[in-house]
């Protein structure tokens, strides 16, 4: 099956410092990924859809200039926390739709891991 | 109405027994729907994608849907311990025309808990 990779696992980082998350598919290409932030005993929250060779489009109430998106090739996406604090503490998780048969866009997506970032 | 809709649970089953999570969902165009299951602190895992009215068996699981009732299940035969987890039903709807803009919507999810 299709599969996500995302690094780091877990980030122990400064208040005020940057952290950047790295979200990879190894089997299959991606124009595009979604990244989901979910805080403790909550859903899944769509932040922002990464397209490669373009701006990312993010949600509503999520701030651009502090979640920087890039997405440089088709296999790769970042995200990076600038500026974090402690209320950026969360759990981030990256996903893909692989091409399974069917449009793209009915294709279920595919989560890497999960980063869980702790800002001190 | 929600997008998506799950009851939170929890859903306590003992060992052995068919656990049964529905989801509802509001619009009627949707073409593909997924179940995904979460263990705490881990990330979302594919169990199951249905597309077209009726079941749709993998193993112990069964998936169900009903698009003129809006209405996709869940059914776990034999539930084992190892099934406790958050259940989260997805379903992919259209926000704007065009096929680019679909957008997989998720349920808050159902907490499962099987007894031994």
């Known amino acids: 099956g299709a599969v996500v990779s995302q690094h780091p696992s877990r980030v122990i980082c400064k208040s005020g410092t940057s952290v950047k998350i790295e979200c990879r598919s190894l089997?299959?290409?991606?124009?595009?990924m979604f990244w989901y932030r979910q805080f403790p005993k909550q859903s899944l929250m769509l932040m922002a859809t990464?397209?490669?060779?373009?701006?990312?489009?993010?949600e509503q109430g999520v701030e651009k200039d502090k979640f920087l998106i890039n997405h440089a090739s088709l296999t790769l996406s970042t995200l990076t926390v600038t500026s974090a604090h402690p209320e950026d503490s969360s759990f981030y998780i990256c996903?893909?739709?692989?091409?399974?048969?069917?449009?793209?866009?009915?294709?279920?997506?595919?989560f890497g891991n999960g980063t869980r970032l702790t800002v001190t | 109405q929600k997008e998506v809709e799950q009851n939170s649970g929890p859903l306590s089953v003992p060992e052995g027994a068919i656990a049964s999570l529905n989801c509802t969902y509001s619009?009627?165009?949707?073409?593909?729907f997924f179940w995904y299951r979460q263990y705490s602190g881990k990330s979302p895992e594919l169990i199951m994608s249905?597309?077209?009215?009726g079941d749709k068996e993998d193993g112990r699981f069964t998936a169900q849907l009903n698009k003129a009732s809006q209405y996709v299940s869940l059914l776990i035969r034999d539930s084992q311990p190892s099934d406790s987890a958050t259940y989260l039903c997805?379903?992919?709807?259209?926000?704007?025309?065009?096929?680019?803009?679909?957008?997989?919507?998720f349920g808050k999810g159902t907490l499962l808990t099987v007894n031994p």
């Open positions: 089997d299959f290409q991606a124009t595009t």
């Open positions: 249905i597309y077209s009215n």
């Open positions: 619009d009627r165009v949707s073409q593909s």
């Open positions: 990464s397209n490669e060779g373009s701006k990312a489009t993010y």
């Open positions: 997805a379903v992919n709807i259209l926000k704007n025309s065009g096929g680019s803009n679909y957008k997989l919507t």
């Open positions: 996903s893909a739709r692989a091409p399974e048969g069917k449009s793209l866009y009915n294709s279920p997506l595919h």
